[in-house]
């Protein structure tokens, strides 16, 4: 939809009446209803109906007033518990799966008014690079049809770049947030591991991956996490931060609009040659660029080297499919998945259910993650990887002693075509060296816009250390500024 508000303009528009939500929500299913991109696996278009005409109707009343998302559409990846709505993974085993109770963050946004439009399309138990591997067909990239929307929470980036959403929740455990977010020209963030809740999050490796905000522009983002990381007590790896201000990541910059430079005055920022050499050009001038604007605005940069990031692949990907081969062992037909339909014995059931529901990529991590988790490989594989991540995860820290943030590319090239990578996963699986080891570390971080490369957009990410989010949000705020008005 063309001129789709921010949702900082819906909340403002509906409050003062400016907006009608029913509209809004109305004209967002129609362009969903018309879109070729296939972002939705389930709509939720009967509830968000009713629920707009509910924002309509008490706009005007205190507590309304006081809701920070007031009426604004919002999609849900399908990784996600949502009460009463079919939850997927997009997956054939969790078909037909309601839960009976929202996600942590679900509740957040329902309390702070959101309309959820419906669950969106991503690579099956968010196992992927692409969205290829949804058992609900690909989704396609809204810059060209023929390309990849990046993963896994590709439904969510695509539908936001379409105009399908106004806001999006995604899932982070390797790059899912930021990949898709680079691939269409959209803004994502992945938080310091801890600062949201994972309750209601089906689990691909809870070690790593958190839920995260993804929206058109960074003050939406900010407004976003801020709601995202309401605390939660079903979540015990969620960091009780005792200081209310510093999930207030909407208010300390928007004053700054205006003038640029005391955003980035005084601001170090490193880059680190493992993220950036081996770019495609285009990319790397994208960022090259991006970087030279800041230092025009006041900030200085320092280009440096991070040894351990050449483990980072490979730590990752143990790491990942040991944790994933173990949370999907659930998945067997009695506890949850399809259900046995026959008279046989468990065995049987079991190895049925689990070899018709499953991906096939789903089913080669779970192989790799239990030959990497069984006696005899468990310390010559899982524990080298865990040491290995300390490593990284240390040497984070040292660089944040002297840089307050670090810049490089999201993704090594733009978008890719549907079905270039899927037959090949080595190649795809190397597609993420940018972002694992920001999970590793356990370090926030955003994509944002930065450019184009044969009409296909480019993504800047910035890095921070642990609940430093405030400061990449800002840095990305200016750097917006400066970008659009390019
Ligand atoms: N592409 C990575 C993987 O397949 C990351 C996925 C994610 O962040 N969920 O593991």
């Not at 995604?170 to 994502?188: E, V």
């Not at 230092?295 to 990942?320: D, R, V, W």
């Not at 991906?359 to 005899?376: C, D, M, N, P």
């Amino acid at each position: 939809m063309k001129n789709m508000p921010t949702a900082i303009e819906v909340v403002e528009g509906i409050k003062t009446g400016t907006i009608s939500c029913e509209e809004l929500v109305s004209k967002i299913y129609e362009q969903i209803e018309q879109s070729e991109l296939n972002c939705f696996i389930t709509l939720n278009k009967e509830g968000a109906l009713e629920q707009a005409i509910e924002v309509d109707k008490n706009r005007a009343e205190g507590e309304y007033k006081r809701k920070k998302l007031l009426g604004v559409p919002i999609a849900i990846k399908d990784s996600i518990s949502t009460k009463g709505i079919q939850t997927t993974c997009a997956s054939k085993i969790l078909t037909g799966y309601v839960p009976p109770y929202d996600a942590t963050v679900v509740e957040a946004l329902k309390r702070e008014g959101a309309i959820i439009l419906g669950k969106t399309n991503m690579d099956e138990f968010c196992m992927g690079t692409s969205t290829e591997t949804s058992y609900y067909g690909a989704t396609k990239n809204p810059y060209d049809l023929s390309r990849v929307p990046g993963g896994s929470s590709g439904g969510s980036a695509a539908a936001i770049s379409a105009g399908e959403a106004v806001l999006a929740l995604g899932s982070d455990t390797g790059g899912s947030i930021r990949c898709p977010a680079s691939f269409c020209g959209i803004t994502g963030l992945k938080s310091t591991y801890g600062l949201v809740s994972r309750h209601g999050l089906i689990a691909y490796a809870n070690s790593l991956e958190q839920i995260g905000p993804m929206a058109s522009n960074v003050t939406d983002t900010a407004l976003l996490l801020e709601v995202l990381s309401a605390k939660d007590e079903h979540d015990c790896t969620q960091v009780k931060l005792n200081n209310n201000a510093s999930t207030n990541y909407c208010c300390s910059w928007l004053n700054e609009a205006e003038n640029v430079s005391d955003i980035f005055k005084g601001m170090k920022i490193g880059v680190p040659k493992e993220f950036i050499e081996g770019v495609s050009p285009e990319v790397g001038k994208a960022v090259w660029d991006a970087i030279h604007k800041f230092e025009e605005f006041g900030a200085t940069y320092e280009e440096i080297s991070m040894q351990s990031m050449k483990y980072a692949l490979t730590s990752y990907y143990l790491i990942a499919m040991s944790e994933a081969s173990s949370n999907l062992a659930r998945f067997d037909g009695l506890r949850y998945g399809l259900r046995p339909d026959k008279d046989e014995d468990w065995h049987t059931t079991f190895s049925r259910i689990r070899g018709g529901g499953f991906g096939e990529e789903v089913k080669r991590r779970i192989i790799l993650g239990t030959y990497a988790l069984s006696a005899g490989y468990y310390g010559k594989y899982y524990l080298k990887a865990l040491k290995v991540r300390t490593l990284i995860k240390d040497e984070f820290d040292d660089v944040f002693k002297k840089h307050d943030i670090l810049a490089m590319p999201t993704m090594p090239f733009v978008a890719f075509k549907l079905g270039e990578r899927i037959k090949d996963p080595l190649s795809l699986y190397l597609a993420d060296v940018n972002t694992v080891p920001i999970n590793l570390a356990g370090v926030p971080s955003i994509s944002i816009p930065c450019g184009f490369s044969q009409g296909l957009p480019i993504g800047l990410q910035l890095v921070g250390k642990h609940f430093d989010e405030d400061k990449i949000l800002r840095a990305a705020f200016g750097f917006e500024r400066i970008f659009l008005k390019k």
